[in-house]
Structure formats: C-alpha cells, structure tokens
C-alpha cells in the first residue's frame, strides 16, 4: 500500500514536472513560429520576443509557440480563421513563406493577413567547392550556357523553392535558355548541401549564406557570387552577382505579419514598436552574429514591398513551369 | 596527448558549481521527460532555450544543461519500453522486443539495470569517440552520399523481417503500412501533396512520435479496457527488486557489439539513432540468437539496442559540432541554440572555441556517470511501478500521453491522429501484428525514400547511380550476404525439424 501511494505520487509529481514544463507563464504577447524549434522562424520569434521583453515595449514574456506545418500553411489556415483581429498575436515570415503563398499552397491568399515589417536579411550564395574547376560566376554561367544539364546544383528548399528559384535567376540573366534542364538535388539543410558538395556529391550550392559561413571561413567552399546589392559586411572579399554583370539579387528577408483584422491603430502600434526594436543595439548585435544583414522595411511600405515580391514570385514560378 | 590536455582544461570548465548543477538538473529532468511517453528529447531542449536565455547563462553552461537533458531522456526513455512496453521516445522502441517480456518474466530489475549499464557503455564509447576523432571521423562521413544512405536503407530494410519473430509475412505487412504511411505529406523533392486529403495538417506527414504513442501507449490502453471486461487484471509479479550483476556481465559483448554499430550509424548525418538501436538489434540476433531466446526475453536483446541508441546519440554530436550537420531532430535544436548563443558549428568550431568543446566533452563524460548513478538506486523505485494495478496506472498513461503530444505542437489535430493510431494498434495487435517493424518503415521510409529520389535528382535519372560507388557496392553485398545467410538458416531449421520428426515417426 506504501509502495503503491509512493508510486502515485512520483507519477503525480512527474506529471506536475511535464505540465509546467510545457506550459511556461503566459503572457499577453505571443509569436508563433510556423516551424519546428531550431529553424530561421524560431529565430525570429525567439530574438525578437526576447529583445522586445528586454526594451520592455511589451508586458511580461513573449510567448513563442512552434506550430509548424505546410510550410507555415497550417498556422495562415489557423489565423485567417480563428485569430484575424487578435491584435497581441504577432507570427514570423520569410521570403520562403511569401513564395509559398505566390505559388497557390497556402489556403489563403497574401491579402488575409497586414503584414508589419523585415528587419533583416540572409543573403543568397552561389557557392562551388574549393577544388572545383569552376573559379567564377562567369565561368559558371557558361558552363551552363555550354551545356545545362551536365552541372548538377543542390540547394535546402525542394524544386520551386526559394533556393532554386534564385539560381535560375542567375542563370535566366546569363542568358541560358533551358532552366528546365539544370539537376537540382534538395537536401534538408544548406550545410547538408555543402558537406555533400565537399564529398563530391553535387557541383554548386544555391542557399542563404549564414548557415554555411563556417565553411566559407575555413576555406572549404569558394563563394561566387553573393545575391546582394552591396558587398556583405562580414565578406567584403565575395564579389555580388551584380558587379559581374549579373543583375540578381536574392535576399531572404526575416520578418512578421498579424491578423487581417487588426485596427489600424494596432497595426500603427506594432510598426512603431518593430521600428524601435530594430534601432535598438540588442537587435543589431543579434542578427549580425546569426549571419543576417539588419534591414528595415515597415509599415505600408513593406505591404507594398510584399505585394510586389509575390508578384515576381508569381511570374518567375510560371517561366520555370513550376505552377501553370 | 594535445587532446587530453584539452579535455583536462574542459573538465577544470564542466566542474565549476554553476555547471555541476545544471548537470545533475539535465540528467534529473532528461530521465523524466525521456521515460514519459510522447515527451521526448526534442521538446525537453526547446523548453529548456528559453529558461537558458533568461538566466542568462554562457554558451558553455547552456550546452551542458541541455546535452545532458539530451543524454537523459535517451537513458530515460527505455524505462517505459522495459515496464510497460510503451517506448518513451522513438530509439527506445526496440527495448520493447526483450525488455518488456523480461519484465513480465519477473526480470524486470535485471532489465533495468542492463539498459542502464548498456546505455553507459554506448553512451561513454560515443563520447571517447567524439573527443579523439571527431574531425576526422566528420570527414569521412561526408563521403557518403544519396546513394550510399539509400544503399543503407536497403540493408536496413533487408533485415527487418529478422526482429519479430512470430510470422514473417505479418512482419512485412507491418512494414509495408509504416511505408506507405511515410509517403504521407508534402513531397519535399518537388513540393506536391500527397495522400493529404486537402489538410494542411497533413502536410508535414505523419509525425512518428504521434504514431508511436498512439499505437503502443493508447492501444495498450485499449487493450486494457477489453480485458478487465473479462477479467480483473493483476499486477505483474516482480521477482527481485535488485538486479543481479552476473545477468550484467554476461551482456558484455551485447553491450560492445551494440556500440559499435550505433556510433557508426551516429555519425552519418543521415541515419541517427532509431536506425542506430534497429542495427544493433539485429546484428545482435543474428550473432547470438543461437537457441531463439531473441523476441521472449533475453538479455542481449536488451542489452544491444540500448547501446546502440546511446552511442548513436552521442555520435550525432560529432557531425553537429564539426559540421553544422544535425543528423536528429534534437541535434536540430542544440545545432538553433548554438548558433543564436553567436557559436558558429562548422570546421572552425574546435580551433576558435576549444573551451565550449572540451568543456561539453567533459560535461558528458560526467554526465554519463551521473545518469548510471543516478539511475541504478531508482531500479528499486521503477520496478516497484510494476506493482501498481494496471487500472491505476492507465489513467495517469492516458493523461501523459495526451499532455505530451499536445506539447510537442500545440494542434488537436495530432490528438486526433495518435488516437487514430491508437484503434489501428489495437486492431493489429488483435490480429497478432508486430507494430514495431510498423514504426520502422514510418521512421525509416521517408529518409529512403528522399535519398533515392536525390540520387536520381543527381545523376538525372540514371539508375546506375545507386552501384556507382564503393560504399553502396559494399553495403550491397552485406545485405545480400545477410538474405542468403537468413534463407540458409532457415533451411536448415526446416530440415533438421524433419529430421526429427521421421526420427521420432
């Protein structure tokens, strides 16, 4: 009997353990990350929730919920429902979601929800490895013009995705006609692409720089072009697309939306609050050490600069025959 | 030499006070979280990023706390397999096969106590392995590509009718529903649904922990219900409440055979701990199953799997820290949490932070023996749970079950799916079905399945591919080595059963 009432309450207090565990203190404010823990979206709502408790421009805790699913389809599907005029509900975005939206997969489109502000941006790489023949974009560029399917190019989205697309800009701007015909291998990860790269698996890595920078450092891989307007901070060395001649650029930019529903006034609010956050030296600090560049886009302007990259999502997507 | 200077520095980092607390609270709370069904290592380390965080702790203290939750619940998740063959967490999955039959044979302290010794020996083999030859054993595993991990798959699938013994073909079929399961969701090679029924909650596919709790912990819960209509169910009689160390010792090389296969499957990128506990599972029956104790409660098949699945966690570290390459969802969230404590893992991570290194090394020699410590005296504890009357105990299953799945994220949705599991679990198990190859095939499926379809992506379509290399020749012919020494065997017990019967006739 003592056993028994031993046991009990050791499951009792386990359990007690399990529940607060999973249940941390609620707050008012809450992100969610339409991920798994560990992703770009995590970070976003996890740094900028902190950062927003630490300025103390919210009360209490930022509550950071994971829902992932679809590619972020399942949280659009559950806000556009449930919470379109909960105005303490914030939920991070990227260039990988908007591209999901232009290409038709999520079950609501771009105009259900207000969409707040960037505040910074991965930068896309073409990267080849270090005993790769290939020593220049241009060199790369006619490469495929030569022959287009004899490179074999991997990248951590799936075909249409946002890693592909941005090769096939560059390749689309070098003047090959056949994208359709250029191998794209995904993997899970851009540092899985990389270490199979380096194992000789795949010719050229099209991601985001800041997972990967490790193995620019070492030296392992040799970037050939960064996808930015201006040389990147931390790599003055990597040369742009741009000043190859190569008129492409391919940020993945990192930011918020909220409910299609929310007043003005709040929507006002939030911008207003982002703006201080990213003036803020936590932020800066932050995004620099994870590999984004700090930008700032907000408000109407950023509405605007959605809409617009939808747009050439939309059309690019329909050129490579990835929606009809 | 250099290298145990290195680990002397880490060891003066991992014993100072604030970082022998947080490894004694890892271990505490990982055993938890790893032993109740649903919860697992992944949620335990997201929870824990935010309470690091707003402790403010340095990257150094915030890996140990959180590599020793990780090590934690791979010890803790056996105990759940082991007394009431629920698997706490995906790689504990094979424990159930002999772990949970020893127990009902009254063994159950001697089952505790070898998964425990066992998952100290995978765990401390791994962790010697990481700190001697981590970069070099990095290297080596980038030369495995697509092909080579399908190559793998296939060996792995080759050998999955050897786990449950009962009927062969009710094996496969238990395998062939846990792949199509794993065709379920977004095609991640080109983005298309499949089999998604226009859900988006779909989409991502079957997460395999839902589909383990529900088949194992609601069908048994099921199960439960349909007897006490019959009968009024006891508790299972436990023979001694303290293990025996000669049933230990004879494990031995159960327990050296298990690492060994677990920590090379560890340190592929690609594969990872389920895999790691399947294959030392079986390489284990294969080599000792002489008298077909294997599957009724034998120690070895305790023994291996436990190894294998510690040692294979404790590999995954070497690719997540000298390659940024998580090779588990859990590696995944240490690998997020790195990188936003401003750590950069990658080839340059052992020059320009040897102290985080060597200090985490340090910290999971010592937690290694913490969790052996700390989980030997609590056999007595444990095993006294298998007096409580199943009525009792199933609530409070039920309950932890639903809280942990509900956790992991926040969607009714994935309640709905593990109670879907729950009655498929019940069915198949009326029907004498293994569920286990069933979990396999899910687990395993979808990675065999991605890997071939890069591989093709690769060579654009030419098959040639899958034999182009040495790795995948190899791996090739250990598999088909492996069917004709099953096929041999089989034979053989065929004959020799005739035998006897016309010298009995």
């Known amino acids: ?324 | 030499m250099e290298t145990l200077s290195l680990l002397g520095q880490g060891f003066v980092i991992a014993l100072s006070p604030l970082n022998i607390g947080l490894l004694l609270m890892g271990c505490f709370v990982g055993t938890l979280l790893g032993a109740l069904p649903g919860l697992g290592p992944v949620n335990g380390v997201a929870v824990l990023i935010p309470l690091t965080f707003a402790f403010g702790f340095d990257p150094t203290s915030s890996m140990i706390l959180l590599c020793a939750v990780y090590f934690g619940c791979m010890y803790g998740g056996r105990i759940s397999s082991i007394l009431l063959n629920i698997p706490g967490d995906e790689p504990a999955i094979m424990t159930t096969l002999d772990g949970y039959p020893m127990a009902v044979q009254g063994q159950a302290a001697n089952a505790l106590a070898i998964s425990g010794v066992a998952s100290f020996i995978g765990a401390t083999i791994a962790v010697i392995g990481l700190s001697l030859f981590a970069p070099i054993l990095a290297r080596a595993a980038i030369h495995f590509g697509p092909a080579d991990y399908f190559a793998l798959y296939i060996l792995a699938f080759a050998t999955i009718g050897g786990i449950a013994g009962v009927d062969p073909r009710k094996t496969l079929l238990s395998a062939m529903i846990g792949l199509v399961l794993a065709t379920v969701g977004l095609d991640p090679i080109s983005g298309v649904p499949r089999y998604t029924f226009d859900s988006f909650h779909l989409y991502d596919g079957v997460e395999p922990i839902v589909a383990l709790v529900g088949l194992f912990a609601i069908s048994e819960i099921l199960m439960l219900l349909e007897k006490t209509l019959k009968d009024r169910p006891k508790a299972i009689p436990v023979g001694s409440w303290l293990p025996q160390w000669g049933a230990i010792w004879r494990t031995r090389w159960a327990m050296l055979r298990g690492s060994g296969v677990g920590f090379v499957a560890g340190v592929l990128p690609g594969a990872g701990a389920s895999l790691g506990s399947f294959m030392a599972y079986v390489a284990e029956k294969q080599t000792s199953n002489k008298k077909g104790t294997f599957g009724k409660g034998d120690p070895r098949g305790v023994a291996a799997p436990e190894a294998g699945n510690n040692a294979a966690s404790g590999g995954a570290l070497i690719p997540m820290l000298s390659l940024g390459v998580p090779g588990s969802g859990t590696t995944a969230v240490l690998l997020a949490m790195l990188v936003s404590l401003n750590v950069q893992p990658g080839p340059l991570l052992f020059e320009r932070q040897p102290d985080l290194v060597w200090g985490l090394v340090a910290s999971l020699y010592m937690a290694n023996i913490t969790l052996l410590i700390l989980n030997l005296p609590m056999i007595g504890i444990f095993t006294r749970l298998m007096m409580t009357p199943t009525w009792a105990l199933m609530p409070i299953v039920a309950a932890v079950t639903f809280v942990g799945v509900y956790s992991i994220s926040n969607s009714v949705f994935d309640l709905e799916m593990m109670v879907f599991f729950g009655v498929l679990g019940y069915l198949l198990r009326k029907l004498d079905v293994s569920l286990v190859p069933l979990v396999l095939g899910l687990l395993l499926g979808g990675d065999m399945e991605r890997n071939l379809r890069r591989a093709m992506s690769i060579s654009d379509g030419d098959w040639s591919i899958l034999i182009a290399s040495p790795i995948s020749i190899g791996l090739y012919i250990l598999t088909a080595g492996f069917l004709a020494l099953s096929v041999w065997l089989a034979v053989r017990d065929h004959r020799q059963s005739q035998a006897d019967r016309l010298t009995e006739g």
């Not at chain 1, 207000?114 to 790369?140: K, N, T, W």
């Not at chain 1, 030296?219 to 931390?234: F, T, Y």
Request: with cysteine.
């Open chain 1, 1 to 324: 009997m003592i056993f028994r009432m031993m046991t009990t309450a050791k499951i009792g207090a386990a359990m007690a353990t399990a529940m607060t565990l999973t249940a941390l203190p609620a707050s008012a404010t809450e992100c969610i990350a339409p991920s798994n823990p560990g992703g770009g979206w995590d970070f976003t709502c996890r740094t900028i929730g902190r950062i927003l408790t630490e300025l103390d421009l919210v009360d209490g805790n930022v509550q950071v919920t994971n829902m992932p699913g679809g590619v972020g389809a399942v949280t659009f599907a559950m806000v556009a429902s449930e919470r379109p005029d909960d105005a303490e509900l914030i939920v991070a975005t990227s260039t990988v979601g908007i591209t999901q939206i232009a290409q038709g997969r999520y079950p609501a489109p771009l105009d259900s929800m207000r969409y707040l502000a960037m505040l910074g941006a991965d930068v896309g790489v073409i990267a080849v490895d270090d005993d790769s023949p290939i020593q220049s974009l241009e060199e790369l560029n006619a490469a495929m013009l030569e022959d287009a399917s004899a490179i074999v190019t991997a990248g951590s989205s799936g075909a249409g995705g946002w890693d592909h697309i941005r090769l096939l800009m560059v390749a689309d701007a070098a003047g090959v006609d056949d994208l359709g015909a250029i191998r794209w291998v995904q993997f899970d990860g851009g540092t899985d692409a990389v270490t199979q790269m380096m194992g000789g698996q795949i010719d050229v890595v099209s991601t985001d720089l800041g997972e990967i920078a490790g193995f620019v450092e070492s030296g392992d891989i040799r970037v050939l072009a960064a996808l930015s307007d201006d040389p990147i901070p931390a790599f003055p060395d990597i040369p742009t697309a741009i000043s190859q001649g190569i008129d492409v650029t391919g940020y993945n930019w990192r930011g918020l939306y909220t409910g299609g529903d929310v007043t003005d006034a709040e929507y006002a609010a939030w911008v207003e609050k982002l703006e201080t956050l990213y003036n803020s030296e936590a932020w800066q600090t932050a995004a620099t050490q994870s590999g984004l560049v700090p930008i700032w886009r907000g408000g109407e302007a950023f509405e605007a600069f959605v809409r617009e990259q939808a747009d050439v999502m939309e059309e690019i997507s329909r050129d490579i025959g990835v929606i009809e």
